[in-house]
């Protein structure tokens, strides 16, 4: 991606029991079952029972939104002649840690003896999407002053309240999953460019990486690809929720770009605190916005990014975003429902609920 907002969006699934919605090992069996064309759509990650797509470098939401549509339809399509299908949420309700499969490979294979015991514990589920800025300095500037907002964009995506059979308290569990991996916190301010490549390149060094990519900041600069990537949300089952995310990050981009909002470099500790928030409390966190240091709460604080986005929200035509957040916000998010059909139904019929495509 070489130009300014294009979108590239990358969602992980959790691959299931069509019957009682439980994981199951198919990936393998997906990637030998995915047309030629589009091999370069699907790839492993950590467990045999977890799949990720992505999408071709998109022009605008609408694109990046038919490219997913199209990449669920075609794994359940597969799962159909081989008795799985995808399931979304940010983790998976019941699955035991202990009783997945690793996929063998390079790159995996590292991170398992890096992280040991650990590794196992990443059950998670994420979409990540990234935005095309063709300036590479302005991606780290961008970056900087992004992170303002990582707060009420979790809030908003939270999709994550159980995991391994518990009702964790969290709405996104995935988050506290997740973090136990190093280097998955908020990246602290980054001066330029240089200092961004001195760093990857003295992790190389220190053996702390093998890779540029495994660096898995909350958000973070994609050099190869001139993206930033935001990669804190909770995967949404709604296709409508992941199109307001997508939207409301581009449009922020384009705002920060636009306005020269550049390098604001906030207090570390009230990102941290806003982050840890949005994961526990959801929509109903008080957080401190890190621009003024008010005390507000994390409706409000979704309302002043709308505000700060809003002329790029009307730039690429999706005033209809606001819409979606503002259902959000009186509805709840997919967390909410998540709670509500277990209350009603259990962990089963819960399952059986992720793994039902009407809900997208």
């Given at each position: 991606?070489?130009?300014?907002?294009?979108?590239g969006?990358?969602?992980?699934?959790?691959?299931?029991?069509?019957?009682?919605?439980?994981?199951v090992?198919?990936?393998d069996?997906?990637?030998?079952n995915?047309?030629?064309?589009?091999?370069?759509r699907?790839?492993?990650e950590?467990i045999?029972?977890e799949?990720?797509?992505?999408?071709?470098?998109?022009?605008n939401?609408?694109?990046?939104?038919?490219?997913?549509?199209?990449?669920?339809?075609?794994?359940?399509?597969?799962g159909?002649?081989?008795?799985?299908?995808?399931?979304i949420?940010?983790?998976?309700?019941?699955?035991?840690?202990?009783?997945?499969?690793?996929?063998?490979?390079e790159s995996y294979?590292?991170?398992?003896?890096q992280?040991?015991?650990?590794?196992?514990?990443n059950?998670t589920?994420?979409?990540?999407i990234?935005i095309g800025?063709?300036?590479?300095e302005n991606?780290?500037?961008?970056?900087?002053?992004l992170?303002?907002?990582i707060?009420?964009?979790?809030?908003?995506?939270?999709n994550?309240?159980?995991?391994?059979?518990?009702?964790?308290g969290?709405?996104?569990?995935r988050?506290?999953q997740?973090s136990?991996f190093p280097?998955?916190?908020i990246p602290?301010h980054?001066n330029?460019?240089k200092s961004?490549?001195?760093?990857?390149?003295?992790y190389?060094?220190?053996?702390s990486i093998?890779?540029?990519?495994q660096?898995?900041?909350?958000?973070?600069?994609h050099i190869?690809?001139g993206?930033?990537?935001?990669?804190?949300?909770?995967?949404q089952?709604?296709?409508?929720?992941?199109?307001?995310?997508?939207?409301?990050?581009?449009?922020l981009?384009?705002?920060?770009?636009?306005?020269?909002?550049?390098?604001?470099?906030y207090?570390y500790?009230?990102?941290q605190?806003?982050?840890?928030?949005?994961a526990r409390y959801?929509?109903?966190?008080?957080?401190?916005?890190?621009?003024?240091?008010?005390?507000?709460?994390m409706?409000?604080?979704?309302?002043n990014?709308?505000?700060?986005c809003?002329?790029?929200?009307?730039y690429f035509?999706a005033?209809?975003?606001?819409?979606y957040?503002?259902?959000t916000?009186?509805?709840?998010?997919?967390?909410?429902k998540?709670?509500?059909?277990y209350?009603?139904h259990?962990?089963?019929g819960l399952?059986?609920y992720?793994i039902?495509?009407?809900?997208?």
């Amino acid at each position: 991606m070489k130009d300014n907002y294009t979108i590239g969006v990358e969602e992980e699934y959790m691959l299931c029991n069509p019957n009682d919605g439980s994981l199951v090992d198919k990936a393998d069996i997906i990637m030998k079952n995915i047309p030629d064309l589009l091999n370069d759509r699907f790839s492993y990650e950590l467990i045999l029972s977890e799949i990720e797509s992505n999408t071709s470098i998109c022009n605008n939401v609408s694109e990046a939104i038919l490219e997913l549509k199209k990449h669920r339809t075609l794994l359940n399509e597969i799962g159909k002649k081989n008795d799985f299908a995808i399931g979304i949420s940010g983790t998976h309700p019941t699955a035991k840690a202990s009783e997945q499969t690793f996929v063998q490979n390079e790159s995996y294979n590292w991170v398992s003896e890096q992280l040991q015991y650990y590794a196992t514990r990443n059950i998670t589920f994420s979409t990540h999407i990234h935005i095309g800025v063709k300036d590479l300095e302005n991606i780290i500037k961008v970056t900087n002053s992004l992170r303002r907002w990582i707060s009420p964009m979790l809030a908003l995506s939270v999709n994550s309240p159980f995991f391994e059979g518990f009702k964790t308290g969290m709405h996104s569990s995935r988050t506290f999953q997740f973090s136990t991996f190093p280097r998955t916190n908020i990246p602290a301010h980054i001066n330029d460019l240089k200092s961004y490549e001195k760093l990857l390149d003295l992790y190389k060094k220190s053996n702390s990486i093998a890779k540029d990519r495994q660096v898995w900041w909350k958000i973070r600069p994609h050099i190869e690809y001139g993206t930033v990537e935001f990669r804190v949300c909770d995967i949404q089952g709604s296709l409508e929720n992941t199109e307001m995310l997508i939207s409301l990050v581009q449009s922020l981009v384009h705002a920060i770009i636009e306005n020269k909002d550049f390098n604001n470099n906030y207090d570390y500790e009230v990102l941290q605190d806003g982050l840890w928030k949005s994961a526990r409390y959801g929509l109903d966190a008080m957080v401190i916005d890190p621009m003024d240091n008010q005390i507000i709460s994390m409706k409000k604080m979704i309302e002043n990014m709308l505000d700060y986005c809003s002329e790029s929200l009307d730039y690429f035509g999706a005033k209809n975003i606001t819409d979606y957040v503002y259902r959000t916000l009186h509805y709840g998010t997919e967390s909410n429902k998540q709670l509500d059909v277990y209350s009603k139904h259990g962990f089963i019929g819960l399952q059986k609920y992720l793994i039902d495509c009407n809900n997208w």
